[in-house]
């Protein structure tokens, strides 16, 4: 379709018709947010220079559509709306097969696994079978481990961030949690391990300081889904202890950055990353080296979860590295979970 000065319509083509319900006999002339009727559709509309959006079709709300708008001359904008409906079918039926075949193998390796632990702890095993045992153990381990994540991420997918689900959490108490359970399983013994709460007030002068170390010492609060924060932060910590050599420190802090985001940030001083690979490491299954990541157990999901559960909550992850030097990963949070979409309030 062209659009003119005032979104009337200047021409449109037959697809027009069977996408949009705009007849290019009748309806020129006429204003579009007059004929399509969507609040979505006006609020876009109303919107100056080139922009994307997607929105159901007036016509049928089976049908999904992919609109750009761009202007190609004074006072002038071309529409285009591409039908995309198979695209998202493809992607919903892919995300289903990924969830049930995970669901499906679930059952099948408890039995094996539980069939290898009974032969691991059997006296009269013989000594040749001893280690291929402990090995196929280790490995239905992994792809016990690899089977949860990949239903993690089906089901952040599938399902937005429940209000219900959003607590207002005590970042120190949390934070506390956290290293208790990591020293109970014993992932801690080989790392020195510190962390820090900032408030995140600047120092003026020497009499601001004492009113600065109480501000410090304050909780800092916000409000987010425990267990996904809890996920985000085992995985930046145990990555921090999977890729740095024992004996070496991980300094974990809490940061309240302005008035409306906390940061949480894992540093180590292990393997680094070289700068090429740092915007791929959200991405599903992408590993640095993948045989190392496989031998200390990791799944390559961990950071795509990480970015999942950070996005659902308005926030990012960022990564700082050096290779040969090590990483701090972290993730931006607001302080108040906003209901909606920010995005969408704009
Ligand atoms: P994995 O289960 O393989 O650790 P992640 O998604 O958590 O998967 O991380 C993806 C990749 O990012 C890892 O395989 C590793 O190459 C790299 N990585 C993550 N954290 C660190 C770190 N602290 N230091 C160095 N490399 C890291």
Not at 115 to 127: I, K, R
Not at 142 to 152: G, S
Request: with cysteine; charged share 25%.
């Amino acid at each position: 379709m062209i659009l003119g000065s005032n979104n009337e319509i200047e021409w449109a083509n037959y697809p027009a018709l069977l996408l949009l319900g705009i007849d290019a006999q009748k309806d020129v002339g006429n204003k579009i947010h007059s004929l399509i009727r969507q609040a979505k559709f006006a609020k876009q509309i109303s919107k100056e220079g080139n922009i994307a959006f997607e929105m159901v079709s007036p016509v049928d709300k089976e049908i999904t559509l992919f609109v750009q708008l761009a202007e190609y001359a004074a006072q002038k904008r071309l529409l285009l709306a591409h039908n995309i409906s198979a695209n998202i079918d493809s992607q919903r039926s892919r995300k289903t097969f990924i969830a049930n075949a995970s669901h499906e193998l679930r059952t099948p390796l408890t039995v094996v696994a539980g069939y290898l632990e009974f032969m691991q702890h059997a006296p009269d095993l013989p000594e040749t079978l001893a280690m291929p045992v402990n090995r196929a153990l280790e490995q239905s381990e992994n792809m016990r481990i690899l089977i949860e994540d990949l239903l993690t991420l089906s089901r952040l997918e599938d399902k937005a961030l429940s209000p219900k689900s959003i607590s207002k959490i005590d970042v120190q108490k949390h934070l506390a949690g956290i290293l208790q359970s990591l020293k109970d399983s014993g992932k801690l013994q080989h790392h020195s391990i510190t962390t820090e709460i900032k408030a995140g007030i600047e120092v003026d002068s020497q009499a601001d300081i004492e009113e600065n170390v109480k501000t410090d010492t304050e909780s800092l609060y916000l409000e987010a889904s425990e267990k996904e924060l809890d996920s985000v932060c085992y995985n930046f910590i145990n990555n921090a202890i999977k890729y740095s050599e024992p004996d070496t420190e991980i300094h974990i802090v809490w940061e309240k950055i302005n008035d409306k985001q906390l940061k949480f940030s894992v540093t180590d001083n292990g393997i680094g990353i070289a700068p090429e690979h740092i915007a791929h490491l959200t991405e599903r299954f992408y590993r640095v080296d993948s045989g190392r990541s496989r031998r200390v157990g990791g799944t390559g999901l961990g950071l795509s979860i990480a970015k999942h559960i950070a996005e659902r909550h308005h926030g990012h992850i960022e990564i700082h590295s050096h290779l040969g030097e090590g990483s701090t990963f972290s993730v931006i949070l607001p302080i108040r979970y906003a209901r909606r979409n920010p995005l969408l309030l704009r």
